[in-house]
């Protein structure tokens, strides 16, 4: 029944490090890249004293050998400014040319590149058979997931992961769970950017998050 301590040697040492919650490992320091990600949310503040990032994903090697690309949204879905991407970089990486030198919060073997992600519009084009129904209804339940803030049932968990998928079968039931009276979606159409409207889902590039802004949410209500 005998095992070792946790962390009582060096090779379990390094599974706790691994494994470890973010708020445990966390010192206000970054040593891998779940730690890169919570700090650009919970702890950098920009020059105006607010905390400009909603959520961030780290790459590793995103833009070559040593490097982190950590993408990053703004507040409400939005982009960072170039400034507060400029600022980001020194609040990790530091500045050693700088007199005095700025000492970064990155304690990893590599530079951290904070990038927004890449807001990609997603359009639909719906036909509804649904009874005195409204339009506008659906075109709130639709914008509101079409986010890259959006979150699912459980308060926490954000709906959009880069590189993920726009199920057509889940905006066809998102459509669906607005009323019960619904009968049917007989028409269903998505389109991705400036490309082609399709009846099939759509695949977004490992930058990519959905938004709605510049997009077109057209629904048409028919009676049954």
Do not use: C
Request: charged share 25%; net charge negative.
């Amino acid at each position: 029944g005998w095992r070792v301590k946790e962390g009582g040697d060096e090779t379990d040492f390094e599974r706790v490090k691994r494994d470890k919650p973010a708020e445990v490992s966390i010192r206000n320091t970054a040593s891998r890249p779940q730690d890169a990600e919570y700090l650009a949310v919970r702890d950098f503040t920009d020059a105006d004293g607010i905390k400009p990032v909603a959520r961030a994903f780290a790459v590793e090697e995103g833009f070559g050998i040593k490097t982190m690309k950590l993408l990053v949204v703004g507040d409400g879905g939005g982009s960072l400014t170039a400034a507060q991407l400029k600022a980001l970089d020194l609040y990790f990486n530091g500045n050693r040319h700088a007199r005095p030198p700025v000492e970064g919060v990155s304690q990893m073997n590599t530079k951290i590149i904070p990038v927004n992600f890449e807001p990609t519009t997603i359009s639909i084009e719906a036909t509804v058979i649904w009874s005195n129904g409204s339009a506008e209804a659906i075109r709130n339940q639709l914008i509101a997931f079409l986010t890259p803030t959006s979150v699912e049932d459980d308060g926490t968990t954000f709906v959009w992961n880069f590189g993920a998928q726009v199920s057509y079968s889940r905006i066809h039931s998102l459509i669906h769970e607005v009323d019960p009276t619904i009968e049917d979606v007989s028409v269903l159409r998505l389109k991705k950017g400036a490309g082609s409207f399709v009846e099939t889902s759509i695949d977004l590039g490992q930058n990519e998050l959905p938004i709605t802004t510049g997009a077109s949410i057209a629904i048409t209500i028919l009676e049954p």
